[in-house]
């Protein structure tokens, strides 16, 4: 009988440190999130319910939801984030991905792009007179080689828009009910995004025609028809500002749930803080240019730091394959998922 004592307890004790080991490195203090709850305990965590993502903090495992009526274990026993999919997990973190990479290269990108423009237009510029017919240095810039340049531009925001459909993909998997609204916002706000994008570049060799160029190379377009395309650009560039701030606000939101499923506390905290202080420091700062570029970082810090809670639970999900069938699984050795 002794022997058999120890031997569950040498197994209780490699497992606990198996567990340990598979918690993300910069995680292990957040272990209080764990949504553990009894017929004696409630839940000490803001733990969303499967159903209607209503808050379960204080309630016990037999209650049920007072919003939606769900029993409280169905919320539970499908809480750790590690038992999702492991090819969701990497389109995910090959999507947030491909939003730090394009948000990188943009600002490169674009200063390149204005250096072509520059360069182009110093070599078509030609001096005259100023005369009551001729006010003088005429600039003739081609609007093609404009509208060129300005799609060159873009191509960083099609991998951030890219990212942001490819996290907005709906996971076929039961708990997916709880980020489907938030999944669905990033699908829109990146279609609108992306449409209004090429719209606005479309509308470029337009916008720099001939009534405000009238040298070789215009559009031959009349200044009527030049205002009425440059405000159709301007309310097409005001619907691709709801469709980033719709990306932005879902990303944020997908964060803060996922990261409560993987006891990511301080991504959790954070995230939260950011997705008020980024609006509010990229508007009051934006006269300053400096505003935009503060809030720019944060997200792609934030972004990183998600990231790395995704590369934990790919790690969990490799060694709970390589654990031997007889030893008790991650979330029995870590304070249980399950009663």
């Known amino acids: 009988m002794g022997d058999r004592d120890q031997t569950g307890a040498s197994e209780a004790h490699d497992s606990a440190d198996m567990a340990n080991r598979a918690i993300p490195h910069g995680f292990e203090a957040d272990l209080g999130l764990e949504p553990t709850a009894s017929d004696h305990f409630p839940i000490a965590a803001d733990l969303p319910c499967l159903k209607c993502a209503y808050s379960l903090r204080g309630l016990k495992y037999s209650d049920l939801c007072p919003e939606c009526g769900l029993p409280v274990r169905a919320s539970i026993d499908n809480w750790p984030l590690h038992r999702r999919d492991p090819e969701a997990i990497r389109r995910e973190h090959r999507a947030t991905g491909f ?47 404009i509208s060129a340049t300005s799609i060159f531009a873009m191509v960083p925001l099609f991998f951030v828009y890219w990212g942001w459909w490819r996290l907005g993909i709906r996971e076929p998997e039961p708990r997916a009910i709880e980020t489907d609204s938030i999944r669905q916002w990033l699908r829109v706000g990146a279609v609108i995004a992306c449409v209004s994008a090429i719209v606005q570049v479309l509308a470029t060799p337009f916008s720099a025609a001939a009534p405000f ?27 691709g500002l709801f469709g980033l701030c719709a990306c932005f606000f879902a990303s944020m939101a997908l964060i803060i749930r996922l990261g409560h499923r993987g006891r990511a506390g301080d991504l959790v905290r954070k995230a939260r803080r950011d997705r008020i202080a980024i609006p509010i420091v990229t508007v009051l700062l934006a006269c300053v240019v400096i505003g935009p570029v503060i809030g720019a970082v944060l997200y792609y810090i934030r972004l990183a730091q998600f990231r790395k809670l995704l590369d934990g639970v790919l790690r969990v999900q490799s060694e709970l394959q390589e654990r031997p069938a007889n030893q008790a699984p991650l979330g029995a050795a870590s304070g249980g998922f399950e009663p």
């Open 213 to 239: 160029t009238p040298t070789p190379g215009g559009m031959g377009v009349s200044a009527g028809a030049a205002i009425v395309i440059m405000g159709i650009s301007f309310l097409v560039s005001i619907a």
């Open 99 to 145: 939003v730090q990479y394009g948000m990188l290269a943009y600002p490169i990108v674009v200063l390149s792009a204005m250096g072509l423009q520059i360069a182009y237009a110093a070599q078509r510029v030609r001096f005259a007179p100023a005369t009551p017919g001729n006010p003088g240095p005429i600039t003739a810039a081609d609007p093609w080689f």
